[in-house]
């Protein structure tokens, strides 16, 4: 029953949406970490997530940085797998081209077999 | 770092304060448990706001459980390590002696056990410990 | 093979829908703690789908009145068992 994790990418699943208390920065730190450490990452972004993604994102009232700028720096952190979910991309009307960032969409029906193939699995 | 036959290495991720949300709780429970069936609780990672359980000011009522003790015992009997995220934790109040010099501040909340820790031991733990188990608010 | 955790019950939002989603055909589902009101119908409905290997945490049940209200189907376990969960799936994800 053991599977070889040592070749699996690093997944961190982004489900938070910006400006959102700590969480996708929290989740974007892990990735960062990880990449710097050497580790094969996979982002994904899935749920409130994805608005992670949306064009035209600001700095908050307060000064708050955002994450944007975040995902702006991933390129040189080596992290480039980028994947979006299809579904709750389609569900908060956001389309692939509109993306800034180079995101791959997974649709319904392979979400499930990018998540059991990384290891190990961060969920924020 | 090879388990003994069917005594698995675990890591939980605590990711809710105390009290505020349930995830402590059950993160305890948990621990407990796989304690009870053999298995090891190597280390315990706390990010987000389960920071806050690293608090040596926690002042809970008398009748109701005291979680942060709760995690000082597991460390003292089973040698679990307490990690603390850094930076979570400097940004929540949450501060060890040195950081709270290093800061200029009046007083200091977190002693070990509790230790002061960088990311990248939780995503080391991730990738090291047989199972990891997060619990989150 | 891998085991979820959801913490929060159906009503009220699409996490539910992205965990199901997310679950490959041989996945295990644990409810844990608000997660559980989730294995009373009508809410357990929800789950239909994942009878066989849909389970939920038998003290969080018990402290929310709900040991004598959840679906049949779905399978209550003690914290034993939530381990035992843990140990024989490869990893667990959690959704909250």
Same mark, same amino acid.
């Given at each position: ?10 997944? %961190? ?13 929290? =989740?974007?730190? %892990? ?13 994904? +972004? ?16 307060? =000064? ?41 969409? %997974? ?6 077999? %990018? ?8 969920? +924020? | ?11 939980? #991720? ?34 987000? !706001?389960? @920071? ?10 008398? !009748? &109701?459980?005291?979680? @942060?003790?709760?995690? #000082? ?22 501060? !060890?002696?040195? &950081? ?14 509790? #230790? ?6 939780? @995503? &080391? $733990?991730?990738?090291?410990? !047989?199972?990891? #188990?997060?619990? $989150?608010? | ?24 055909? /041989? ?5 844990? /703690? ?13 789950? /239909? ?18 040991? /004598? ?28």
């Amino acid at each position: 029953m053991s599977d070889d994790t040592a070749d699996m990418p690093l997944l %961190v699943i982004l489900r938070h949406a910006p400006h959102d208390g700590s969480w996708l920065r929290e =989740g974007l730190d %892990v990735a960062l970490v990880a990449a710097a450490f050497g580790r094969a990452v996979t982002l994904l +972004f899935m749920g409130d997530g994805v608005e992670a993604l949306r064009p035209g994102q600001k700095a908050g009232p307060l =000064g708050q940085k955002g994450t944007h700028p975040t995902l702006d720096m991933l390129a040189m952190y080596d992290i480039e797998d980028l994947r979006v979910d299809a579904t709750s991309l389609a569900e908060r009307g956001l389309s692939i081209a509109e993306l800034p960032w180079p995101v791959r969409p %997974v649709t319904a029906e392979a979400l499930p077999a %990018v998540i059991a193939s990384a290891s190990p699995v961060f969920n +924020f | 770092m090879a388990s003994e036959q069917g005594k698995l290495r675990y890591a939980l #991720v605590v990711l809710g304060g105390p009290y505020s949300q349930a995830a402590t709780h059950s993160a305890l429970r948990f621990g407990e448990a796989l304690i009870t069936q053999g298995h090891r609780l190597d280390t315990v990672f706390f990010y987000h !706001d389960g @920071v806050y359980n690293a608090s040596r000011l926690a002042a809970p009522p008398q !009748d &109701e459980p005291h979680l @942060v003790d709760a995690w #000082v015992r597991l460390a003292n009997d089973q040698g679990t390590e307490l990690l603390v995220c850094v930076a979570a934790a400097l940004r929540r109040g949450l501060l !060890d002696e040195r &950081e709270a010099q290093r800061h200029g501040k009046p007083a200091f909340s977190v002693e070990p056990p509790f #230790v002061l820790a960088g990311i990248g031991q939780l @995503v &080391e $733990a991730g990738i090291t410990h !047989d199972r990891l #188990v997060t619990f $989150a608010p | 093979m891998l085991l979820h955790l959801l913490n929060r019950s159906p009503a009220g939002g699409r996490l539910i829908q992205d965990v199901l989603r997310a679950m490959g055909p /041989e996945d295990r589902l644990l409810l844990i /703690e608000s997660g559980v009101y989730g294995a009373a119908p009508p809410q357990s409905a929800c789950f /239909e789908t994942l009878k066989g290997r849909c389970y939920a945490l038998q003290e969080d049940l018990a402290s929310r009145g709900l040991a /004598e209200r959840h679906a049949d189907w779905i399978i209550p376990v003690d914290m034993a068992g939530f381990v035992a969960l843990t140990a024989e799936t490869q990893r667990t994800v959690s959704w909250y």
